[in-house]
């Protein structure tokens, strides 16, 4: 936990590398230098994008290290191909404003990496579920409702490669619709998972009738 900790934070603090201005002249005008901000607008995106997706990643792995209480030689291969991702992600962020706005492959590249972190974690979560890594109030239900918390994230990315081959920047707007959507999807998944904890407090509530 504390190696992975420093990862992220080595990660998002690369990201801020890309935001540096030229050197500005003493003398210059008001509008000269709104314009030299102003070429900072597209990098500024790209980094307050990363960050939060980043800063969500790590707050990920944390929740699910709450529940993992051992680990194994597998679950650290694991780990580190999910931090592979977000110690790489400096690099697609970078490109994606700066590259040429035809180009498919800046998106193509972020979408990619961090598709790769998410399913990465997801992977990890399995694997500590089947090696039975966890602690015993992980049941069946709440193993569910982690493991698909993410799926709007990977399916807005995935399917916005494609997209990126008709228009780089539609492929990019496309990401604004993970917010939404992660919202309806948790308060779904979380609304079945509530329903099925009642369902079981029911049914031990009936059995503990019975042996009564």
């Not at 990201?15 to 210059?28: E, G, I, N, R, W």
């Not at 992977?123 to 709440?142: C, N, Q």
């Amino acid at each position: 936990m504390f190696f992975s900790d420093a990862v992220f934070a080595v990660a998002m603090t690369l990201l801020v590398l890309d935001l540096k201005l030229s050197a500005l002249d003493p003398k210059m005008s008001a509008a000269e230098f709104q314009a030299v901000l102003a070429e900072q607008a597209e990098p500024l995106v790209a980094f307050i994008l990363s960050f939060i997706l980043v800063g969500r990643l790590w707050m990920n792995h944390h929740r699910k290290f709450v529940a993992i209480k051992n680990y194994d030689s597998a679950l650290q291969s694991i780990n580190l191909m999910a931090l592979f991702f977000v110690v790489f992600l400096p690099l697609p962020t970078s490109l994606l404003f700066q590259a040429s706005a035809q180009s498919p492959w800046p998106p193509i590249i972020y979408a990619l990496t961090i598709s790769g972190s998410v399913v990465s974690l997801s992977i990890l979560w399995v694997h500590a579920h089947r090696a039975k890594l966890m602690h015993g109030w992980v049941d069946a239900d709440l193993y569910r409702l982690v493991l698909h918390g993410t799926d709007p994230v990977v399916a807005v990315f995935v399917l916005s490669i494609p997209v990126a081959f008709i228009s780089p920047e539609w492929a990019m707007y496309s990401w604004l619709l993970i917010w939404p959507l992660s919202v309806v999807h948790g308060k779904w998944r979380l609304a079945a998972f509530n329903r099925a904890v009642q369902v079981q407090q029911r049914g031990a509530s009936r059995n503990d009738v019975q042996r009564s």
